[in-house]
């Protein structure tokens, strides 16, 4: 569905709107930033996820997510002049965000073992591009389809490949104790595996773009489907606050932490 292209310029204007909330959770480790400008025709969006049941979960996210947003938003003219490559911005602004939690957690012993997922995306001239560590999903939802962009650094692909085979049942596999097993974060160490392809994909009007921590999951993917349809003519905020309300009204007792941004795509 989705396409890569190499080069391709595409007059857009974008609509963002973000949401957090805590969940059930006993604290919010989940950490959003984003931006657009308008001028440069440029959609900015990071999140991180503190990983749950370690110490400083939050401290983790938000060192990540904040060095990670400063970096691309500090290097707008150099993007645009060709430069720097999108990629290579996301890169450096990982490895940087990487050694800032191995520095901290080394400095404050009551933050070791501390760590995060990362998801950051630029949109510039009708293309998308991201770097993701971790289980952060980015979602495209495109003539009413919605497809997930990035990897998946946890141990749920694997598991559902077991279901697919028969080697698992369903409820198996949803409840496997490992499904949440992260391969890859951000931790101050070597990061096991990164995902940032080097081409970006191409972005559409009419395109919903959701870049978010893995709370949003507790919804099916059919109901994010049926929120986007029926928000499809609203503004952004419109639809991060339906699929906010949509997880309030599940009322999960294991919800997660949240935070996610909706970016809504149209032609200038």
Excluded at 204 to 227: F, N, R
Aim: proline share 3%; hydrophobic share 40%.
């Amino acid at each position: 569905m989705a396409e890569n292209i190499d080069s391709l310029e595409v007059a857009l204007c974008y609509d963002l709107a973000t949401a957090t909330h805590q969940g059930a959770r006993a604290y919010q480790e989940d950490t959003l930033q984003a931006q657009k400008a308008e001028g440069e025709n440029t959609c900015v969006a990071v999140v991180a996820d503190g990983l749950g049941g370690h110490a400083a979960g939050d401290v983790a996210s938000g060192i990540a997510c904040a060095e990670v947003f400063r970096q691309i938003t500090t290097q707008p003219a150099k993007i645009a002049a060709g430069q720097v490559a999108i990629t290579d911005v996301l890169t450096q602004a990982t490895q940087s965000a990487n050694a800032l939690v191995g520095a901290h957690a080394k400095a404050h012993d009551e933050t070791y073992g501390m760590g995060t997922t990362l998801l950051a995306t630029v949109i510039r001239d009708g293309a998308l591009s991201w770097l993701s560590v971790g289980d952060s999903p980015l979602f495209l939802c495109r003539d009413g389809a919605l497809q997930r962009l990035n990897a998946d650094h946890s141990m749920a692909p694997q598991i559902d490949m077991l279901v697919k085979i028969g080697a698992l049942s369903e409820q198996e596999g949803r409840d496997h104790p490992s499904r949440s097993t992260l391969a890859s974060v951000i931790r101050g160490r070597e990061i096991e595996t990164v995902d940032c392809p080097e081409n970006p994909t191409r972005i559409c009007a009419g395109d919903v773009i959701i870049v978010s921590s893995d709370g949003l999951l507790y919804l099916p993917e059919h109901q994010i489907c049926d929120i986007l349809a029926q928000t499809r003519l609203q503004p952004a905020q419109a639809t991060a606050d339906a699929l906010l309300a949509a997880l309030e009204t599940l009322d999960d007792p294991e919800q997660d932490n949240i935070a996610f941004a909706v970016i809504k795509c149209a032609q200038v």
